[in-house]
């Protein structure tokens, strides 16, 4: 039988140990279908709902798999979805590979159906390596290369085929002129900075008397070395919401997430120290990092397009995070003086009664933060959790403690709505021995989460562990942009633009042979969630919450506060809500019973 490009497409990914693409079908890639079934569907053809879909279960496969994910679509339309899914990988620094086609090479240029320049398309998502292919002989080259970019990049790359290459005859380059062979051996190294240079970062860290850390998703792999450089400075460690689960909560000088959606103990460690270490993270507000002067800064990322963001860093270390850290261990001064350390374990201990006492107060129905506090201690320790854009996030960010070998992600730099259920897909196929949770608010159930609830009832008896819960924060109002127009621009609620229709989730997952749980008021929580984290199949739990409890950061200014208010004033359809919710949020923060007002007193 003949080889045609599109075997040799598949046979490729085989050969780099791809087991799943994520698609949707078209006549764009019609020979790449026929392949697939002459190759009795491996790598395994996974059929979201949406190609938009597709390439947001490929982010989140290769979040939770450290591989490459890979996706494909049909030419125009088909390609033209990816794009958002394709650009959340790229932003948040994950390797995937979007394999489309494109109409045939005679059609070219003469504005036929379907037609779009897809080379032109995808030069920015895809700017580190996009390729079509107009001749056999350019494979395996051509896609060996996407797949090695991706992987040592931590990008996104496009290899694009036209309809009638994928089924001509596959023919090897030869060993002749213009002819590009290619070979699939791939190997890791993990560079480090030259001594010199950690001496220099030595220098600036054993000279601070309050260290701050920060870190990233790139030092997922560096947990132990961290731990061992802030015991030798009696530093603090606050994470990036992408770093969330490098360092587990349990820690007593973890502060957890910073920034806007972060807690009060990050905040007023980066407001005090003076000298700051970041390692593996990007985070991009600068506001809620030391104020220029304040400190001394090292920074150590793996990347060298990536370092000196941010801040005015003295010393840029690139490397890899965990040779870099176990090199520079002994070369820094154990530090006696540990007020520092006390003073950030205490408030982060403060913190975490005041986030048990805000989860307690009342709402109507229920407390959004009650939600994600009483999910908290029901995590198996090996649940992979995953939360969509909105004010889930903020819940996701301050509420749930990691621990174990817990694994979470967001859509961290896009911030788009609409990966929560996708993303825990792809991590149910790298992962379908372990359970997965996702924190999706109404608006993106509705923007997309619904139809991929399809996409699980068709492949969740596929899986070895069936665990996976889709919780659904039910208010009926699209609530992270209704307190952005509150509080930044002192806006009234717009109803038109904010109001969500109503729909039983539940409901609508049990017509799908899926469980279904409504949880209506504040003590159905927990057991909502019992009875989820238990079932023998993917469960949808709705909670409906209260759209006027604020995510309003605890280290919010009196500008911000201010302008909530006038907007109340200003005729707010929940302005008596905001205003009781707001009130009673922010007393508990100074509430007696504390360890540092028992102190004093």
């Given at each position: ?165 994928q089924e001509l005859e596959y023919a ?292 070895a562990d069936p665990r996976m819960v ?132």
């Amino acid at each position: 039988m003949t080889t045609t490009v599109a075997d040799q497409i598949l046979d490729r990914l085989r050969s780099w140990d791809v087991t799943h693409v994520f698609g949707y079908a078209g006549d764009g890639i019609n020979g790449l279908l026929a392949a697939w079934q002459r190759a009795g569907d491996e790598p395994r053809f996974v059929q979201a709902r949406h190609e938009e879909m597709a390439a947001f279960e490929a982010v989140g496969y290769a979040k939770f798999t450290g591989r490459v994910g890979v996706c494909t679509a049909t030419s125009g339309p088909g390609a033209i979805h990816l794009l958002n899914g394709l650009y959340d990988a790229k932003l948040d620094h994950v390797p995937v590979v979007a394999i489309v086609g494109q109409t045939a090479r005679s059609a070219m240029g003469g504005n036929y159906q379907q037609e779009v320049d897809l080379t032109t398309l995808y030069k920015d998502v895809a700017s580190d390596y996009c390729q079509m292919v107009t001749v056999p002989e350019q494979l395996p080259n051509v896609l060996d290369r996407a797949m090695r970019i991706a992987a040592s990049r931590r990008t996104v790359t496009a290899v694009i085929v036209p309809s009638d290459v994928q089924e001509l005859e596959y023919a090897a380059p030869g060993h002749a002129f213009k002819m590009v062979p290619s070979s699939l051996d791939l190997t890791w190294a993990a560079p480090v900075p030259a001594d010199h240079d950690l001496q220099r970062a030595a220098e600036v860290l054993n000279s601070g008397q309050k260290t701050a850390i920060l870190v990233g998703q790139g030092a997922r792999s560096a947990a132990a070395e961290v731990t061992e450089i802030a015991d030798l400075l009696g530093a603090g460690a606050a994470k990036a919401l992408l770093g969330k689960d490098v360092l587990s909560d349990e820690l007593p000088w973890v502060t957890g997430a910073i920034g806007l959606l972060g807690t009060r103990p990050s905040y007023e460690m980066m407001m005090d120290c003076d000298t700051l270490l970041v390692v593996g993270s990007n985070f991009p507000y600068s506001q809620f990092l030391p104020k220029f002067g304040q400190a001394r800064a090292v920074q150590i990322d793996i990347d060298p397009t990536m370092v000196g963001l941010r801040y005015p860093f003295e010393v840029n270390l690139v490397g890899d995070a965990a040779a870099t850290l176990r090199r520079l261990v002994p070369m820094l001064t154990r530090r006696d003086d540990r007020s520092w350390r006390d003073d950030i374990e205490a408030k982060v201990q403060r913190w975490w009664e005041v986030m048990q006492r805000r989860a307690t107060t009342s709402a109507d129905p229920i407390n959004p933060e009650l939600v994600l506090h009483e999910l908290s201690p029901r995590l198996p320790d090996d649940a992979i959790v995953a939360s969509d854009s909105g004010s889930s996030a903020n819940w996701y960010a301050r509420h749930l403690k990691f621990r174990g070998d817990m694994r979470g992600s967001l859509s961290g730099t896009l911030a788009t709505m609409g990966p929560g259920v996708p993303y825990v897909i792809g991590a149910k196929f790298g992962h379908p021995d372990r359970p997965c949770v996702a924190i999706v608010g109404d608006g993106a159930m509705q923007m997309n989460g619904i139809n991929e609830l399809i996409t699980i009832s068709k492949y969740w008896q596929d899986w070895a562990d069936p665990r996976m819960v889709i919780a659904v924060l039910h208010n009926n109002d699209l609530n992270q942009v209704t307190w952005e127009l509150r509080a930044m621009g002192g806006s009234p609620q717009f109803l038109p633009s904010q109001h969500l229709p109503d729909f039983p989730y539940a409901d609508y997952a049990r017509s799908l042979g899926l469980g279904g749980v409504l949880a209506a008021k504040p003590d159905e929580v927990a057991p909502a969630w019992e009875q989820a984290l238990q079932a023998d199949r993917p469960c949808v739990v709705e909670f409906l919450t209260d759209p006027a409890v604020p995510p309003i950061p605890p280290h919010a200014t009196w500008d911000q506060l201010e302008k909530a208010l006038e907007s109340i004033v200003r005729g707010d359809s929940d302005r008596v809500d905001v205003i009781k919710e707001g009130v009673k949020s922010k007393i508990q923060e100074f509430l007696p019973g504390t360890k540092e007002e028992d102190s004093t007193s």
